[in-house]
């Protein structure tokens, strides 16, 4: 009886270890997102989210076609060092730290909409067991700006 009993704590516990684990791989915003449009709920790019520092980066890797647009697309209306650089692996989203309070946001970081080229400032939030990232872009406080929900990927072809 007491090995039965040993034994079904033992598969317990290994059932409980293996379900927890797939979890907590994504606690993180690393990795690949498709980005969806607010306006249109279609897809725009997918996004590298990278760690350096101590803050977290977004990179574009791959842009989907849409009519005008294409992978060779330049950045006419950014500024500085960002005007007339291709949108494909441009970094668009800098530092974010995360927030000691609330472990699943980032804040205090920038993001860039390569259509108009304005920056804004900008926090994330892991939801949906980290599968998607809701992303909040925003000028002066938070509640003048918008809100993007994007949807993680495993990392492109």
């Given amino acids: 009886m007491k090995k039965a009993l040993f034994y079904a704590l033992i598969s317990l516990s290994l059932f409980m270890f293996a379900a927890v684990c797939p979890a907590a791989s994504f606690n993180s915003p690393l990795g690949y997102w498709k980005t969806i449009d607010d306006v249109t709920g279609k ?5 590298k989210i990278y760690q350096s520092g101590g803050a977290l980066y977004g990179q574009i890797v791959k842009i989907y076609p849409r009519p005008g647009y294409d992978q060779n697309e330049l950045c006419t209306a950014c500024k500085g060092y960002r005007h007339n650089q291709r949108i494909v692996g441009m970094v668009i989203m800098e530092g974010l730290r995360q927030n000691p309070n609330s472990p699943a946001e980032w804040s205090g970081g920038t993001i860039l909409d390569p259509l ?6 900008c926090y994330i939030t892991l939801i949906s067991n980290g599968q998607k990232l809701n992303v909040r872009g925003y000028i002066g406080i938070s509640l ?9 990927v495993p990392k492109p072809d």
């Fill in 43 to 47: 897809p725009k790019s997918i996004l």
């Fill in 116 to 121: 108009n080229g304005k920056i804004y400032n």
């Fill in 144 to 152: 003048f700006g918008r809100t993007q929900t994007w949807i993680r």
